[in-house]
């Protein structure tokens, strides 16, 4: 015990904590403890002492608690953890946005548009069309690889598949059908037309290729054929308007026909361009189109607002569109009835005693000129009891084979349109001949009688000159009009914003 | 080095030598008969560069006389009555905490250095301590300087500096023992200011009990010989976890064993005290219902039996709050 603070029998501070330490020896500790468990003052101090000690060190331990924690908040920046993710993320969309960046402007230098990618990716989904092909022959398959033959330097082949790509035959089509309406030379016409409908049921004459190659093709197997064109000139009774178009306005120029096809930037060739002042239209042949505002001198791609390819491209007027197409067959008026005569050749299984060897093709269109699809056409003899139904296709043609030849009338029924009915069609065995129907706007009980004049169509020029008797409902204004490989029509007025038809 | 500082081995040190700090020390040392005889001054000069003692101002013949003044007091921890040997005074030695001991006789012999040393060592930690005691920085603050005065030393009667650091004995670590003095000066001060309150702030007094009926005469005196039975362990417990309210780990962490260890040991001497508590009852003529009923006894009656029982001092250093019940009770 100390003698100094504490007197008497209390513990003094040395005593007190050494017993909280445990350095007291066994005997003084005892008589430590049993001074505690009867002296409540020392039993405060020893406790207060006790509870200050652990205060200490709990401020000390919180302290050394801190020291790391505050280290490790320097330590761990912006750069540790989670941000290192959000910055490694930030970079690789950098990145994917520049890879992005320069494959569209390689695209664009190649020529690989945007909309061309686009028609691109639509046009592999297209399963490929199974097609015959003549040994020797190149197979045009649609998209890249067809664009890549026709930019070769191919020869003419005369036959070409009648289940050629549908591009093909729809761009054929209209490219006979604007060739007829610019009223070409009937020579022309008989040196481009196709084999007769005998030789097409053997389909080897009605694809027409697309490019160089098509004119030559085309003009080939007309030489082998000679097939003269009949057609006649449409009159239209006077109960009803009376439709015509005066082609001669629209005529256009035979030279245009042969200019040279516009550079387009995916560097495909053009199959079909339109223009309109200094704006024109072009779609290669790849399906996409293209715009051009300074005539011609610089494309710019359209991106596409149909599914499918864009296959044709016209301006709608008043009357007719106007189609210009470069090195295709042009006024190969049997080529449209050849797809669909090919189509409809197996559907249709005339009686045995009428099997002959002629042909009646046409189209059938509306007023201003828009192709009618599943028109129903009925063909009737007039001195017999034979009929022969068939459907226009998709370009709205159609075609009648095996005919007897002899005097038919032609019937024409439409939803949507008032039937027309054209009566003293010649048909002779020699030649095809050219029934094209253009049905009013107007209910099916509406009756519409079409009497032929002329029974055969001259060889050397079309008389096709027609008039307007007062403005026909839905004539539409003058419009660029686009075909798909689908047969959807799509109408713009400037050429970049297209709506459905 | 300093000059004033004694060097090793020199045992002709003149005791004006050692008081030539400002501070007059009143440690009486006298270098040729202070020395234990049982320790060679090769082995007080190892102790004496184990404490560091020239960092702290004393010279080796100087820290023998602190050694032998600090093994005489505590019999070199041996019970009283047991002379020690040589090698048992040997062993005192070595386990005392040198450094600290001779850092705390050198400020208690006014050495500058010391002080210097002691400062720099201790003062933050005891401003920490006395925050911690007194709950409140500048209470700290006062508590903490005014222990640096009663360190540095009062004049007695006779007009000698007496510092406290001169009682510490190194067993246990200055701090611990700066940290107890401070809870010593806090509880003084506390004192005082008690005893400076009012009157009138203060409880009236109690009223004089009323005789106790043999029930509680009986249960009282069972009680005394069954809390007398117990050893001090024991009795610690009872007073701490019962009467000073103390909770099972404040107990825990002063007798350095874990709570559950404590709560275990109070359990078990809850109930072998009621056990002996029915034994000594029985004893006095109570049957077993009866003693049953006896410790069922309004335990306010008891309390002043187990207060005067466990606690023989009378001066409380804080107010009883809570009347607490008796282990038997619990």
Redesign the interface.
Same mark, same amino acid.
């Given at each position: 015990m *100390?003698e !100094?603070? =504490?007197p008497g029998q209390h513990p003094?501070?040395?005593q @007190? *904590?050494?017993f #909280?330490? =445990?350095? !007291?020896?066994a005997?003084?500790r =005892?008589s430590v /403890?049993?001074h /505690?468990?009867?002296?409540? +003052?020392?039993?405060?101090? +020893?406790? @207060?002492?006790?509870?200050?000690?652990?205060?200490?060190l709990a401020?000390a331990g919180a302290a050394a608690a801190q020291v790391p924690s505050a280290r490790k908040s320097r330590i761990s920046g912006w750069f540790s953890g989670w941000n290192l993710a959000w910055a490694a993320g930030a970079a690789v969309a950098c990145l994917i946005i520049l890879a992005v960046e320069l494959h569209l402007f390689t695209a664009l230098k190649s020529g690989e548009t945007p909309s061309t990618v686009a028609s691109g990716l639509a046009t592999s989904k297209t399963p490929p069309v199974a097609r015959r092909t003549t040994p020797g022959q190149e197979p045009i398959m649609p998209g890249g690889k067809a664009t890549q033959g026709t930019k070769k330097s191919v020869t003419p082949r005369p036959d070409v598949d009648v289940d050629a790509a549908p591009v093909t035959s729809a761009l054929n089509s209209e490219v006979v059908d604007s060739a007829i309406l610019t009223g070409r030379d009937a020579a022309e016409l008989v040196k481009m037309a196709p084999a007769p409908a005998a030789s097409a049921g053997k389909s080897s004459s009605a694809g027409i290729p697309v490019g160089s190659q098509s004119a030559g093709a085309a003009s080939r197997s007309s030489a082998s054929t000679g097939t003269v064109v009949s057609g006649a000139d449409a009159e239209v009774p006077a109960d009803t308007a009376e439709i015509s178009a005066t082609l001669n306005n629209e005529l256009v120029d035979t030279a245009k026909l042969s200019q040279k096809p516009p550079k387009l930037p995916s560097h495909f060739a053009a199959v079909s361009t339109v223009s309109k002042g200094r704006v024109e239209l072009a779609i290669d042949s790849a399906g996409s189109l293209f715009a051009s505002k300074d005539a011609g001198k610089h494309w710019t791609a359209v991106s596409p607002q149909w599914t499918g390819r864009a296959v044709q491209v016209a301006f709608v007027t008043a009357s007719r569109p106007e189609v210009r197409a470069y090195n295709a067959a042009p006024l190969n008026r049997a080529a449209i009835a050849a797809p669909a005569l090919a189509d409809k050749m197996q559907s249709e299984t005339p009686s045995a005693a009428s099997i002959g060897n002629s042909t009646v093709s046409g189209i059938v269109t509306d007023q201003t000129g828009a192709r009618i699809s599943g028109a129903k056409v009925t063909l009737a003899r007039i001195d017999s009891a034979e009929r022969r139904d068939v459907t226009t296709n998709q370009n709205g043609s159609y075609a009648i084979d095996r005919l007897v030849p002899g005097e038919y009338a032609l019937e024409v029924t439409a939803k949507g349109f008032a039937p027309s009915r054209q009566t003293g069609i010649e048909v002779s065995a020699s030649q095809p001949t050219i029934a094209d129907v253009a049905l009013r706007v107007g209910s099916e009980a509406a009756a519409v009688t079409v009497v032929s004049e002329g029974s055969t169509v001259e060889t050397k020029s079309i008389p096709v000159s027609t008039s307007i008797k007062g403005e026909p409902a839905g004539i539409r204004a003058a419009v660029f009009q686009l075909t798909t490989d689908s047969g959807a029509i799509w109408t713009s007025s400037d050429g970049r914003h297209w709506k459905s038809k | 080095m300093d000059s004033a500082i004694p060097q090793p081995g020199d045992l002709s040190l003149p005791l004006e030598s050692a008081t030539l700090s400002p501070v007059v020390s009143t440690i009486e040392i006298n270098p040729t008969a202070a020395v234990d005889a049982a320790i060679s001054e090769e082995l007080v000069e190892k102790l004496w560069r184990t404490a560091e003692g020239s960092a702290c101002g004393i010279g080796p013949q100087e820290f023998a006389v602190i050694l032998d003044r600090v093994g005489r007091r505590?019999n070199h921890? /041996? $019970?009283a009555g047991i002379d020690p040997s040589p090698s048992q005074r040997m062993e005192f030695y070595s386990a005392l905490r040198l450094p600290e001991l001779a850092l705390a006789h050198a400020c208690a012999m006014g050495r500058e250095i010391g002080w210097e040393r002691f400062l720099s060592l201790y003062r933050t930690?005891v401003a920490?301590?006395a925050v #911690? %005691?007194t709950r409140s920085s500048t209470l700290g603050k006062e508590l903490a300087d005014s222990l640096y005065a009663e360190l540095f030393g009062l004049k007695n009667s006779e007009g000698q500096r %007496?510092s $406290?650091l #001169? *009682?510490?004995?190194g067993?246990?670590?200055l701090m611990?023992?700066l940290? &107890? &003095? !401070?809870?010593?000066r806090? %509880?003084d001060f506390h004192r005082r200011t008690r005893r400076e309150e009012p009157l009138e702030d203060l409880d009236p007094p109690a009223l004089p009990l009323e005789p106790p009926t043999q029930e509680v005469d009986l249960l009282g005196r069972a009680v005394a010989r069954t809390l007398k039975a117990l050893d001090? &362990?024991d009795?610690?417990l /009872? *007073?701490?976890y019962f !009467?000073?309210r103390?909770t099972l780990i404040?107990i825990a962490? @002063?007798l350095?064993v874990h709570e559950a260890t404590i709560s275990r040991r109070l359990k078990r001497l809850v109930r072998e005290t009621r056990k002996h508590l029915v034994e000594n009852l029985r004893a006095e003529g109570l049957s077993e219902r009866q003693s049953e009923e006896a410790l069922g006894a309004d335990p306010r009656d008891l309390e002043i039996n187990l207060r005067s029982l @466990? =606690?023989?001092?009378s001066?409380? +250093?804080?107010p009883v709050q809570v009347e607490p019940a008796g282990p038997e009770q619990k």
């Open positions: *100390s !100094l603070f =504490q003094d501070a040395d @007190l *904590s050494a #909280a330490e =445990q350095a !007291l020896p005997h003084e =005892q /403890l049993e /505690l468990a009867h002296c409540v +003052a020392c039993r405060e101090i +020893a406790y @207060l002492a006790g509870e200050a000690e652990f205060e200490e401020a | 505590c921890g /041996l $019970p930690p920490k301590a #911690a %005691i %007496i $406290p #001169a *009682s510490y004995s067993r246990g670590s611990g023992w940290r &107890t &003095t !401070l809870v010593q806090h %509880i001090a &362990t009795c610690f /009872l *007073s701490s !009467l000073d103390r404040e962490r @002063l350095k @466990l =606690q023989k001092s001066s409380a +250093a804080f």
